[in-house]
Nanobody, 122 residues
Framework: QVQLVESGGGLVQSGGSLRLSCAAS????????MGWYRQAPGKQRELVAV???????NYADFVKGRFTISRDNAKNTMFLQMNSLQPEDTAVYYC????????????????WGQGTQVTVSS
């Protein structure tokens, strides 16, 4: 069993900052890529940022220069520092992790957190 738990969401004014965390726990042998996605009401879930095990990162154009993704491999934790937040950033933010649960059983599965609400007021 693997669990991903997000935290750090909340209500912030336009221009403010929030830091999201995602902690993975359970039967984990290794974690490959981790990512943040978001879903606004009435819209499809979209990729925000992804970070690979070697710390290589990619960002959606709409967050470049404002958001920073990072991870702590020793603690199986990922972060998203969000600065200069705008009302259009309002969404439920989900973390994902591509996890190998066994050294011998080498399949990798993508796990998802339950989501954390981020609301930016104008």
């Amino acid at each position: 069993q693997v669990q991903l738990v997000e935290s750090g969401g909340g209500l912030v004014q336009s221009g403010g900052s929030l830091r999201l965390s995602c902690a993975a726990s359970g039967s984990i042998f290794s974690i490959n890529s981790m990512g943040w996605y978001r879903q606004a009401p009435g819209k499809q879930r979209e990729l925000v940022a992804v970070i690979r095990r070697d710390d290589n990162t990619n960002y959606a154009d709409f967050v470049k220069g404002r958001f920073t993704i990072s991870r702590d491999n020793a603690k199986n934790t990922m972060f998203l520092q969000m600065n200069s937040l705008q009302p259009e950033d309002t969404a439920v933010y989900y973390c994902s992790a591509d996890i190998q649960t066994s050294e011998t059983f080498r399949l990798i599965f993508r796990y998802w957190g339950q989501g954390t609400q981020v609301t930016v007021s104008s």
